[in-house]
């Protein structure tokens, strides 16, 4: 995970440490270097976990899932692993075991649960939605790498009214927005929501208080399960025991700066 000459993303990290170290010493700009420093480090992890173990999925509920895309935010070794949002294991084994005709996946990046879903549930459509074209192109080429093109519907922004077509079928939405969860995830707005079960990542560190709000919107037609952040080390491959500890830690990270917690709301 090094090498002689420094990479150009070596050299631009450590133009951008220099500048965040600029003036008066502070823990801030500390916590900001280190921060800065395990992103770089988690990029020569992921390399070093592509090249030794290979593109596929090592563990966890998408083991095999064929991941030779980059990934559209955050970490790309914990994904590889299998050990990405662990807590969230047995929630996705319970929507793979309810096969569910339709999955909305709104937020889906680059398509780590839209395809990972639709190669465990052969017989349900996804339709993955993500506002950014970028990730809509990932979503593509990781549908296609794994033979599931023809049941990944890629689209762009969901609005409340699209979830009218949960009312018609077995439905279940996952959702990870990046707080605009405060907005679609409204019954009196998106009414078809009160007849799918629900994932959704609560981005509580944006927006204090929004877990709460959100789990009063629903009380009264879903039973609400919290499921908060855990690690999960089982999916390590054996030649990660010869690496640093720091290095098996930051392999596992998800870039995460504050608390996450995932409700699991089901129709009662």
Known sequence: MSSGKPSPLTLKV???LRRTLEGE??????ALALRHLAK???HLIAETLQAKSGDTVLSGPFKGMKYGVRASEGTRSAR???????SLAPVVEAIIARAYPLVIDVGSAEGYYAVGLARRMPGSRVMARDDNPFAQKLCAELAAMNGVADRVQIGGRMEPADFGICAAQDSVVICDIEGAEQDLLDPDR????????ILVECHEGMRPGLTAAIMHR???????????????DS?????????SDMDRLLAMWEWRAGPTPWLWMVRR
């Open 25 to 30: 010493p502070s823990a801030d700009r500390l």
């Open 40 to 42: 770089w480090r988690t």
């Open 235 to 243: 999916g390590l491959p054996g030649w990660m025991h010869g690496i």
């Open 80 to 86: 590889l692993i299998g050990c990405f949002e662990a």
């Open 190 to 197: 998106a009414p078809g929501l009160r007849h799918a079960d």
């Open 218 to 232: 629903f009380r009264a037609t879903h039973a609400v399960t919290r499921i908060e952040r855990r690690i999960d």
């Open 14 to 16: 450590t133009q951008d």
